[in-house]
């Protein structure tokens, strides 16, 4: 990547945290191409402002330092204790104002692009003063502009933008009710990229846009894979487009490579099509082995690479079956999972994305498979984190039960199209919303979700209370189900919401329910974490409610409640035992959490009861239901234990909770995510007040006192009530921001009466150089594949023909490695077999022909091999019908570090038959070795049987460091 060196100054002299040793990985493309997080050092103003505040000599000065993710206004816990229905006319309906100088260097062949992951709601831009676009269409939704004309290059260039979360009533999901809260501001990341004129377009674009990537075959041990990548050609003139894809396994080795080159007509795109197959290192995609490959698709002008961009897949194939119900890779699987509002407490939708990849973890950790996007298009983070840890997706546009006209419908329509553009390619991604909590399909939305995307399912969003009830034109009939909902007479069903409660009592009702039939495929619980939500329109003594909900699996600081803890007793293999604590554990009932067979609980080392899972029809179709002791526990320890036939295989020990006396504090854990200066980062701090036995006193009223030391700074306007910080279920949080400065953040909380606790993080620069901060590296070493054979020999498709019929080709030069030679030799002559034979099994191609040596012994010599590590698989199936099949082969390496004999054992059963190797390939040996860049690698092939040949039939050499 050619980054320009006056917007690397200006990036170093805005947040002075890039360093000049930044570089790309081994084997990664340097292009044109640059992307820069420009998240830090904006000037914010809330509303109106007097003059002109695009102008470069408009007077910010007193206008807020901000980062982004930014919301407008942080809000209280409890909303400001605002009193407003959920159509949300007025409150935090506002604009707010945000400018920032960036010095950009753009050479005349080169374009300059901002990219939103999202604003709330419209946005208008201004470059320089003059206005360069507006996007109008949803807040939900990644959009950029083409800043390129009103650059000035080598200058500073103000950005100015608004960000107007207005009620609108064209815009979704206004102007309806929604039962979630419409925030505001830049709340998610903002980017700077310059590409060549010649470049892979933005996704979201048209349908042909950025790169699309489907499997459409998926095997047990292969699968194929088309890749679209569209090219934009901005220049006046044709140009030559060459484009060479790699698809990079989990270890950064190119395992195949595509090249395709065309004229590109001026002011036009072109898209290329490019399918291959996926054999020798293939890996299914799923919940409990998520495998990604990459694909590196770089852009070449002539032969200079100018353009790249790189995209995650996976292989999976999903489908309904009568019977089995949802199948993923050939495997019935039943989804269990939770739905998942983007927003936290004070903060609103202004979530950055360690934040959004704790949640997506503890979700997993939970042992949940499934998380339903609700109720609207969410952060790119969030899905990449499902993608890595092996989370499935049902995803909507942002809508709640009402529609509106065809203006509304008309954008509403964009927003779907951008999302499923924009997310298409995730392999975690396997429903579309047609509609959400709409009664039912709304044909607009189904039709949409098709045209752009045929691969995937959709679901109806239906209720049990008004609408249809089947899937109508959907895929699924999705339901919401808080109560005994009848299923569909046919339909394949999911519980899209149902009932949540800390004790899991109505979660193990809903799962069990849905798990009696086959034609039912989900259950997805309302909901993962507490989220604000305003009053309804309706406020009487049915639906007045709190301003934060109280009945999801995590609080709305992310902390689990005891409910988790079965989801993981229910879903997780590993062995799980645990005492509910006193906000599920009480009125004269213990719940236990365990996949054990039996647990006996003890109070104060006596035996209260040893006792089987409950058994009552509500939980009847679970794996592991809950235990429940009927027992008064007044004070004292509780302790139980779990046993499997009778062995024990682990014990949880909790005391009754006595009075608040210390305070223990820890950051929130957001596992193998730095930390990063500069203010763009996020972490929470929890404060859990603690009795002496160590147990969070969940009764606790205390008020938190946190102070703060060091590179770091608390979320708090002193306007919502952040800190002191109130109590919920035991535990205060708090959010920490750091400093522009890399450095360690000391915390300490306090409370009258308690012994206070301290804790401490460290920061890391960040590289906003997005590029080299997230680029892996990429070992694009040959692979070469030989097929040796006689005259008639049926050369394998893909592979490399080395053709003879006398020792006068016994060398081959490979295709692939420049100056390396093969020489066969071997006891006795050496012998060519290719006479239009032909055999049964994997390679058979390959393995129907072949040399050999009568005498029992063949040496590969190989010269010429450049200095590294290698892998080689020789191919060894002995082909005439009056000789012995041997697996009886001895194997002898010299290579750089000496010489190394073995006996292959790679193939345990013998082959028995001369023309078939069943469903297996021909037998091989795998042999490993190194090269110095000079010496010749021998590896020499004995037959250790009394008598009979010694066959090659072909091989794959690969280098592997």
């Known amino acids: ?86 159509v949300q006319e007025k409150y935090l309906r506002d604009f707010g104002w945000y400018r ?137 003139v044709p140009k030559k487009a060459k484009i060479q894809t790699r698809i990079i396994n989990s270890k950064g080795y190119v395992i195949k490579k595509l090249q395709d080159e065309v004229i590109v007509p001026e002011n036009t795109t072109h898209t290329f099509y490019q399918t291959t197959g996926i054999e020798d290192d293939f890996h299914l995609w799923s919940p409990d082995s998520p495998y990604l490959y990459r694909v590196n698709s770089i852009v070449y002008e002539g032969e200079e690479s100018v353009d790249f961009v790189e995209n995650r897949f996976g292989f999976r194939t999903f ?90 419908f008309s954008k509403l329509g964009k927003a779907t199209r951008t ?17 959400i909590n709409h009664r039912g399909p709304v044909p607009q939305m189904q039709y949409i979700a098709k045209e752009e995307d045929p691969f995937r399912l959709t679901a109806s969003a239906s209720s049990p209370w008004n609408g249809v009830k089947n899937a109508g034109i959907t895929d699924v009939h999705a339901t919401m189900d808080y109560r005994r909902t009848e299923w569909p007479e046919s339909d394949f069903t999911m519980v899209m919401e149902h009932g949540s409660s800390a004790n899991a009592e109505v979660n193990q009702f809903h799962i069990s329910r849905y798990k009696a039939s086959k034609q039912n495929i989900a259950t997805i619980g309302w909901l993962g974490a507490d989220y604000n939500h305003l009053q309804p329109d309706i406020v009487d003594s049915r639906w007045s409610r709190d301003f934060m909900t109280t009945y999801a699996v995590l609080s709305a600081y992310r902390v689990p409640k005891p409910v988790y803890y079965w989801y993981q007793s229910e879903l997780v293999p590993k062995p799980i035992v645990h005492i509910a604590d006193e906000t599920a554990s009480k009125n004269g009932k213990i719940r236990v959490f365990s996949n054990a067979s039996e647990v006996a609980l003890y109070h104060n080392d006596s035996l209260i009861a040893r006792q089987l899972p409950d058994n009552v029809p509500e939980k009847v179709n679970l794996n592991h239901p809950s235990f429940t002791f009927n027992y008064n526990w007044r ?140 680029a892996q590296p990429i070992y694009d070493f040959p692979i070469v594949k030989i097929d040796i054979g006689g005259d008639k020999q049926l050369v394998q498709h893909e592979w490399q023909e080395w053709t003879g019929s006398s020792n006068k080709e016994l060398q081959f030069k490979l295709k692939g490695f420049e100056d390396v030679k093969l020489e066969v030799s071997g006891a006795g002559k050496i012998n060519w077999f290719g006479n239009d034979a032909s055999m049964l099994g994997d390679l058979s191609f390959m393995g129907t022909d072949g040399v050999y040596s009568e005498e029992g012994e063949l040496k590969l010599n190989i010269s010429g091999l450049p200095q590294g590590k290698y892998v080689l698989e020789s191919f060894h199936h002995t082909r005439r019908e009056n000789v012995k099949l041997t697996n009886n082969i001895e194997v002898e390496v010299k290579h750089a570090l000496g010489s190394v004999v073995k006996k292959a054992d790679d193939h345990i059963v013998d082959y028995y038959e001369h023309n078939s190797t069943g469903e297996r390939r021909p037998l091989s040996i795998k042999n490993y070795f190194d090269s110095n860049g000079k010496a010749d690698v021998i590896i020499s092939f004995r037959n250790l049987d009394e008598k009979g040949d010694m066959w090659l039939n072909g091989f794959i050499l690969q280098r592997i460091k």
Request: aromatic share 10%; charged share 25%; hydrophobic share 35%.
């Open 635 to 774: 004070d004292g320890e509780l302790k139980a234990e779990a046993f499997i036939n009778g062995e024990k295989t682990g014990e949880h020990i909790r005391n009754k909770q006595a009075e608040p006396f210390e305070i223990d504090v820890k950051f929130s854990n957001v596992k193998g995510q730095a930390f990063y200066a500069g203010g763009s980062d996020l972490r929470l701090v929890h404060a859990y007040v603690m009795d002496k036995n160590g147990e969070v006193v969940t009764s606790a009223e205390n008020k938190i006192k946190f102070n703060i030391s060091g590179e770091g700074e608390f979320v708090d306007n002193g306007q919502i009530d952040a800190n002191p910080a109130r109590l919920y279920n035991g535990v205060a949080s708090i959010y920490v921001r750091p400093t522009t400065k890399a450095g360690k953040i000391e915390i300490t909380a306090s409370s009258e009466g308690l012994k206070g606790g301290e804790t401490s993080i460290t920061t890391k620069n960040f590289n906003p150089d997005e590029i080299i901060r997230t």
């Open 319 to 408: 489908k309904l079956v009568e019977g089995k119900g949802f199948v993923l890779n050939g495997e019935p699987i039943f989804l269990i999972g939770v739905n998942r509002h983007q927003n936290f407490p004070n903060i609103g939708d202004a979530v950055p994305d360690a934040l959004h990849y704790q949640e997506a973890l503890q979700y997993k950790q939970a042992g949940m498979n499934i998380i339903r996007l609700s109720h609207y298009t969410q952060d790119d983070a969030f899905l990449e984190a499902c993608d890595e840890l092996g989370l499935l997706v049902y995803e909507e546009p942002s809508t709640w039960i009402e529609w509106g006209g065809e203006e509304w």
């Open 419 to 435: 999302m499923i553009r924009n997310h298409r390619n995730h392999p975690s991604i396997v429903f579309w919303g047609a509609g």
């Open 1 to 86: 990547m050619k980054l320009t060196p006056l917007l690397f100054i200006s990036i170093l002299s805005v947040s002075g945290l890039w360093s000049q040793t930044s570089k790309l990985p081994d084997g990664f493309p340097e292009t044109n191409r640059s992307k820069i997080n420009i998240n830090n050092d904006w000037k914010f103003h809330l509303g109106d402002v007097s003059g002109r505040p695009w102008d470069s000599n408009f007077n910010d000065s007193e206008w807020k330092k901000i980062s982004v993710p930014h919301t407008m206004q942080l809000v209280s816990y409890e909303l400001d204790s605002i009193k407003e229905t959920w």
């Open 100 to 236: 920032k100088s960036i010095n950009i260097d753009a050479e005349p062949d080169e374009k300059v692009f901002i990219e939103f992951e999202g604003v709330h709601n419209a946005t208008e831009i201004w470059v320089n003063g003059e206005k360069a676009g507006s996007f109008k269409i949803n807040g939900y939704v990644p959009f950029h502009f083409d800043i390129t004309e009103y650059v000035k290059p080598g200058q500073e260039n103000l950005i100015a933008i608004k960000a107007d979360n207005s009620y609108d009533k064209s815009i979704a999901p206004d102007p309806h009710r929604t039962d979630y809260v419409k925030f505001g501001g830049l709340y998610r990341d903002v980017y700077l990229v310059k590409t060549n004129k010649l470049h892979v377009n933005f996704n979201w674009e048209d349908y042909k846009a950025g790169v699309h990537i489907t499997t459409p075959t998926v095997n047990s041990t292969n699968g194929t894979v088309s890749i679209e990548t569209t090219v934009a050609n901005e220049y006046d």
